[in-house]
């Protein structure tokens, strides 16, 4: 497992809320389970709210065969948003899937 955190005032500049706060963002790697949750703690001067996020990391054909299992078709790995061919070297891809069409009678 992989940690990192950081601390500041009105990180994201304002995203989490208009008036002031601060920020704790902890970040844990599941390197072996291939999923991570970042955690924000959000200190206001009358609230405090916690968000958890947690991220499931996909290789090109997991996802493929989860997006084909959802319904999808015509399920491409690309490179990148622009459609350039998959590299398996590179340390991203980019997926595109159609919605099949809904049955409208």
Request: glycine share 4%.
């Amino acid at each position: 497992m992989r940690e990192q955190a950081t601390y500041a005032p009105s990180l994201m500049d304002g995203f989490w809320s208009e008036g002031p706060y601060f920020r704790f963002h902890h970040t844990y790697r599941y390197e072996r389970e291939r999923v991570s949750l970042d955690k924000f703690d959000i200190v206001e001067a009358q609230r405090r709210r916690v968000f958890f996020n947690w991220v499931r990391y996909f290789t090109p054909d997991e996802l493929a065969a989860e997006l084909t299992a959802a319904g999808f078709t015509d399920v491409r790995v690309l490179a990148d948003l622009a459609g350039a061919p998959y590299d398996s070297r590179a340390p991203h891809f980019t997926a595109v899937a159609h919605e099949p069409p809904s049955d409208t009678r």
